[in-house]
């Protein structure tokens, strides 16, 4: 699909063959480099040609059901208003039991 998309936009060169290669298999991604040539090389060309082929691959993958990955993050907050605060063997956030011991409460600004 990618070199589909490639081979879609007019300013990509079909000699020599664009292509499409897979880099590196990331810990959540399919890291792929596409390569294509294009005429005459100066640099405003070379930046329409990159969003022309960004945009027409992205388009590909899509149309095709195939999400692109963006990062994501969990985030937890440390509820503070429960009776269970500061007591870790009971708070249900993950947090190791400790010895017993107590962090200093925050203060609080309302």
């Not at 040539?37 to 388009?59: C, E, F, G, H, M």
């Not at 095709?64 to 990062?71: A, H």
């Amino acid at each position: 699909m990618i070199l589909e998309a490639l081979l879609s936009v007019n300013a990509v060169l079909k000699d020599p063959a664009p292509d499409v290669l897979v880099m590196e298999l990331g810990e959540s991604s399919v890291n792929i480099r596409a390569r294509w040539w294009i005429k005459p090389p100066r640099r405003a060309d070379d930046l329409y040609s990159r969003d022309q082929v960004l945009t027409a691959i992205k388009n590909k993958l899509t149309a095709n059901g195939i999400d692109l990955p963006f990062p994501t993050r969990q985030i937890l907050f440390h509820d503070q208003t429960e009776e269970t605060d500061g007591d870790r063997s009971r708070q249900r956030e993950g947090w190791p039991a400790g010895k017993k011991e107590v962090p200093p409460r925050s203060i609080r600004v309302r």
